[in-house]
């Protein structure tokens, strides 16, 4: 026990403080501590040198006065005397004064950093931990300055005693936190990992906490780290519930450190070294199978410690994602807390599912709970809970289960907080047109939503409705009927009657047969709106008139009468009288023919992606969008959403299937040319020109229209087509792709998309598509840690191209933008034209600071040749015609090797297909051959390709000959394929 | 990783308050004002943990003391949840028969290194 419980040690101060309690008014209080501070001042000045025990008891009650709000301009030099005494209880208060008073004053500070110098070379190990307590406590640059070097040494000094150990641990970890650039690296890193054998646990503790900072920047110098971890994890966890003293809390052994260690070995991959991993896994399953134990308490401590070390077990599954069956451990573990009465489980498992949903491996057995999490979101009394339901329904979602949930969440939103509203909008947005079967069904979701929640429908949301209703003429009709009964109610959102009135202008003709809703009817319901509209629907109104007078010439005069109404013509809003005065004109004047040019249908919008999806990756930040990127997630979806379909169609024009989000757009076509009649404005509200009027205001079409046209690439940088590089991308900048560079790509020969590197920082995600000789691919850059990084530039070089100046490969890149908040996510989209044929694939070179320290690396692009490979199917006997015509040597590449996977046909087949070629049933006499054709896609000419497979089950061998028309390519081919088996 | 940790009396007042990253004087006042606010007006069915701009809140309720840490998205909630009442454990423990005054003081000087949380009972209290 220190020495200030002895109250009888400083009676002055006891009476001080209960003087100052008992003061009735704030003025007597006021009273009282300038007398105090008079008597103290008196006492410091006085002649005769105070003992250290009266000091003490002074500085006591100054410190005590400053806590109490007041400022203290003396005594500083007092305090610092008591540094050097000798009584433990004067140095800590001395210490104590410090801690809370110290300021950079330069002569007191030196005196300071000498007291302490003192104290840590004292070897009492009391006197060592004050003055380490107190560098933590100050944390400033200066001490770190004068004690970064000294506190590495005292850690692993042999003889140092175990608080003093774990003192120096934490303090170095302060320092370290407060500025990393004092703190040296050196041969004391090996020796901090192993005090993660120490005997002590407190030791233990400590040293893990400052491991895991610092392998944060360094995991190679604290590798060595991940076994140790496991060794010390796996005695913790197989103890006995006693075996801990002082360190079993409740009757779980350590669970704090435990949680440590989980999260250290979160730092890192899974252990390479098979008996590790095999002791790690042995652990997990340990700690799921207590929890299926009996509690060995009552007590909820008991249980929430277990639980604490239960969710770091399943965070660790969930980061190595690659044990199915832990992944599936964790779930139904989490499952049976979904219903738990403990409402702090009941969010934490469904936190911790949103996670495990992304895996490929769990997103089944997530979903067997659909029920259990609609029901949370209907019940749940806690907003917070309701909220995590929402996202885990979000992240659960897929094609067998969208409508369901897309219905649940409609309803939810009915009734949903405020705050999250928004959210779930654009939530429900995106999943319906993401997992859109019919589209009918999305009209209908997307409807309802402005319904329900219109307010909360932001621009987006009914821009993409629109969007996706012009691009697709077989819901023309049904989304025309919607609007039109939805209008009938007798209030309606104005979001409403913007899609109203846009889909009503395009396509009212599709349901004007119906004497219901004959031309009359659809435009007095319109116009019984127009009143209560804004501006800028109204706006939208007056062109959605003019088109009708186009679609519906009967209401020709009805019209004219309206736009010439004052109210119109002389509106005191000028973009509203422009339109009123230029449509009305235009009805009398131009003649049908030109009218029905004029006011043409829209013409279908350029694909790309989702602007609803942009903007919750906006609002949620990283996390909430790259769920949605996650393409393993549902491999199902592919067929439609996200795939790369085999059927050719024009990629300029949408093909009726085409992806909803746009994934499979092809390349921005080149920026329109400026309209010339500036200031006309037909051009403003009718071409499909982006290009916004300067002399007007913003029209909705206008906004419409330029948030639809896709942007001119910032960067419109043919790069390869340049050989002299740009300022910030010159390719002698690139270094050498980083070892395993070639093992990464070979990993995505047969794939397009998934995890292209991953280290302590940073993690490339790749999203890809082609089709013919066209690509695009999405880069998803995530920063791992809490740390912005800055001067983030991705570039895109190839050096094929430099070497024979031949252009292969054009590759549009975006800029990205150049800090990437910590755990923050940034997308870069290349368009990628194959040209003619290569061998070498791009380089991506990424570079960016770090914590003040310049990290580059350069990677291999997953762009290789057969990316542009077109299957083709044929009979045997075209087969065997074409392969005879490619008999040439040199046409021919033949390989023969050793398998280095399983030989499984239908694993096989699955990278044959990735690999790009059609595979040909019943072409090869022998059944266990693989045989497969294809052409590949380049600008200037296209390779028709033949192979052949043979696995031998036997000899573990392959035989793969390949015949193109081409010599290199052929090679090339070959080699890349090889690889895959 | 923990950032701040705060005792505030029902009232409202904060009672002691240690952060573990820079946060300037007055701002510290305002997060306070607000987190404080988010707390009291939360019942007992809700759970312990709040989202609050980037941190994640977790607090407990000790009578007219709440127990409020922040800390950021990567930590283990539960375990912060239980480390508070390890917390007020020990210091109930260590300060039974000491004046709140007192007591104070030492809150102030305990070291409480950031993310080092009390490792297990009077574990780096004993440090002393």
């Excluded at chain 1, 008992?22 to 002649?47: H, P, Q, T, V």
């Excluded at chain 2, 305002?30 to 988010?38: A, G, P, Q, R």
Aim: net charge neutral; proline share 6%; glycine share 4%.
């Amino acid at each position: 026990m220190p020495a200030v419980s002895k109250g009888d040690g400083m009676r002055g101060l006891a009476v001080f403080i209960s003087d100052i309690r008992n003061c009735k008014s704030k003025e007597a209080e006021i009273k009282r501590i300038n007398k105090e501070l008079a008597n103290i001042r008196s006492k410091f000045k006085g002649d005769k040198a105070l003992d250290g025990y009266s000091k003490k008891k002074y500085v006591c009650k100054l410190l005590f006065i400053f806590l109490l709000g007041h400022d203290i301009d003396f005594g500083h030099m007092e305090a610092v005397n008591l540094l050097s005494s000798n009584k433990y209880t004067e140095k800590q208060i001395g210490y104590l004064f410090i801690s809370v008073l110290v300021n950079s004053n330069s002569e007191l500070i030196r005196l300071i950093n000498n007291a302490i110098k003192n104290d840590l070379a004292s070897r009492n190990p009391t006197f060592m931990c004050l003055a380490l307590h107190c560098i933590a406590n100050v944390g400033s640059r200066e001490m770190g300055e004068a004690f970064a070097a000294d506190i590495p040494r005292i850690l692993v000094a042999g003889d140092s005693m175990d608080s003093v150990k774990q003192s120096a641990a934490l303090c170095l970890l302060r320092l370290y936190k407060a500025s990393p650039d004092l703190v040296p690296m050196g041969e004391w890193t090996a020796r901090v990992v192993h005090l993660l054998n120490d005997q002590h646990m407190g030791v233990v503790t400590a040293a893990v906490s400052l491991i895991t900072c610092l392998c944060k920047k360094n995991p190679d110098d604290f590798k060595t780290c991940v076994s140790l971890a496991v060794s010390r994890l796996s005695r913790i966890v197989s103890s006995a519930s006693t075996d801990l003293q002082d360190y079993t809390y409740y009757f779980v052994p350590a669970p704090w450190l435990s949680v440590k260690l989980l999260r250290l070995l979160q730092c890192y991959p899974p252990p390479e070294d098979a008996a590790v991993k095999g002791r790690l896994v042995e652990c997990l399953e340990t700690v799921l199978n207590k929890a299926q134990e009996p509690p060995k308490s009552k007590k909820v401590q008991h249980s929430n410690a277990k639980n604490a070390i239960l969710f770091e077990t399943i965070s660790l599954i969930i980061h190595y994602d690659s044990e199915p069956n832990l992944l599936v451990r964790a779930c139904n573990q989490l499952g049976q807390f979904l219903q738990h009465r403990e409402t702090n489980l009941r969010y934490l498992a469904l936190e911790s599912m949103c996670t495990l949903a992304s895996s490929e491996f769990s997103h089944e057995a997530v979903k067997t709970h659909i029920d259990t999490v609609i029901n949370a979101l209907k019940t749940e009394r806690d907003v917070s809970v309701r909220q995590r339901a929402a996202d885990l329904l979000y992240a659960m979602c897929d094609r067998s289960n969208a409508k369901q949930i897309v219905s649940e969440m409609l309803r939810y939103l009915e009734t949903a907080d405020y705050a999250i509203r928004e959210e779930i909008v654009l939530k429900v947005a995106i999943l319906a047109e993401k997992y859109a079967v019919d589209y009918s069904w999305y009209v209908d979701t997307i409807l309802n939503l402005i319904r329900i929640a219109g307010d909360y429908v932001s621009e987006e949301v009914w821009y993409r409705v629109l969007q996706i209703v012009t691009n697709r003429d077989d819901v023309q009709g049904y989304a025309a009927k919607t609007v039109f009964e939805a209008l009938q109610a007798p209030a309606c959102h104005e979001n409403m009657v913007k899609v109203g009135g846009y889909i009503l202008g395009e396509f009212g003709n599709l349901i004007a047969g119906d004497p219901r809703s004959s031309p009359p009817v659809q435009f007095s319901l319109l116009h019984s709106k127009f009143h209560l509209c804004s501006v800028a629907t109204r706006a939208l109104l007056l062109s959605t008139y003019i088109k009708f007078i186009n679609l519906f010439p009967e209401t020709k005069a009805t019209i004219q009468g309206v736009l010439r109404a004052g109210s119109q013509l002389r509106n005191a809003d000028v973009e509203l009288q422009q339109r009123a005065v230029e449509y009305l004109t235009l009805s009398s004047v131009a003649s049908t023919d030109v009218l029905a040019t004029v006011l043409e249908e829209m013409p279908p919008f350029p694909e790309r992606e989702s602007s609803i999806l942009a903007k919750l990756k906006r609002k949620k930040g990283p996390g909430a969008g790259s769920a949605l990127d996650d393409s393993r997630r549902d491999p199902s979806s592919h067929d439609i959403n996200g795939g790369v379909e085999p059927t050719p169609s024009t990629v300029s024009t949408p093909s009726p299937s085409a992806d909803l989000l746009g994934l499979r757009a092809a390349p921005p076509p080149a920026a329109p040319p400026a309209p010339s009649g500036a200031g006309n404005l037909l051009v403003d509200v009718f071409s499909d020109s982006p290009a916004a009027q300067p002399g007007l205001g913003p029209s909705p079409e206008e906004a419409f229209l330029s948030e639809l046209e896709p942007p001119a690439p910032e960067s419109p940088m043919a790069l390869l087509a340049d050989p002299a590089p740009a300022a910030d991308a010159g390719p002698e900048d690139i270094g050498p792709p980083i070892p395993e560079a070639d093992e990464l790509l070979n990993k995505f020969v047969c794939r397009n998309n998934g995890v292209l590197f991953e280290n302590q920082l940073l993690q490339i995600g790749v999203k890809s598509e082609f089709r013919q000789n066209l690509g695009r691919m999405y880069l998803f850059y995530g920063n791992k840690t809490s740390v912005q990084f800055q001067n983030f530039s991705p570039t895109v070089v190839h050096p094929g191209d430099l070497q024979t100046h031949i252009l292969s490969l054009a590759v549009q890149t975006k800029r990205v933008a150049s800090q990437v908040d910590g755990g923050a996510q940034v997308q870069q989209v290349l368009n990628i034209e194959c040209l003619r044929d290569f061998l070498t694939p791009p380089l991506l070179s990424v570079r960016f600071r770090y914590g003040g320290a310049p990290q580059s690396l350069t990677l291999k692009l997953p762009v290789t040749i057969n990316k542009f490979f077109q299957p083709t199917e044929m009979a045997a006997q075209d087969f065997f015609q074409r392969w005879k015509q490619l008999s040439l040597p040199q046409q021919e590449a033949q390989k023969i090797f050793k398998a280095n996977h399983p030989m499984d046909a239908e694993v096989t087949k699955a990278k044959l297909l990735g690999f790009g070629s059609a595979l040909l049933d019943n072409v090869d006499p022998n059944p266990e051959n693989f045989v497969g054709a294809g052409i590949i896609q380049t600008k200037a000419l296209q390779v028709g390709c033949l192979l052949r497979l043979e696995p031998n089950a036997q000899a573990q061998m392959y035989r793969l000959t390949l015949r193109t028309s081409k010599e290199p390519v052929s090679r090339h081919l070959c080699e890349l394929l090889a690889q895959q088996f | 990783m923990i950032k701040f940790f705060l005792m505030v009396n029902k009232q409202g007042q904060t009672r002691l308050s240690k952060y573990y990253e820079h946060v300037e004087i007055n701002k510290r006042t305002l997060l306070e004002t607000e987190v404080i606010k988010s707390c009291l007006s939360r019942s007992n069915e809700q759970c312990s943990f709040i989202e609050y701009k980037d941190f994640k809140l977790i607090y407990r309720q000790y009578a007219a003391l709440f127990i409020v840490v922040g800390v950021n998205d990567t930590e283990n909630e539960m375990a912060i949840y239980e480390f508070i009442h390890n917390f007020v454990e020990v210091l109930d423990d260590y300060f039974s028969r000491v004046g709140l005054h007192v007591l104070q003081l030492l809150l102030i000087e305990q070291p409480l290194p950031a993310a080092s949380r009390l490792a297990a009972r009077a574990g780096t209290v004993s440090a002393k």
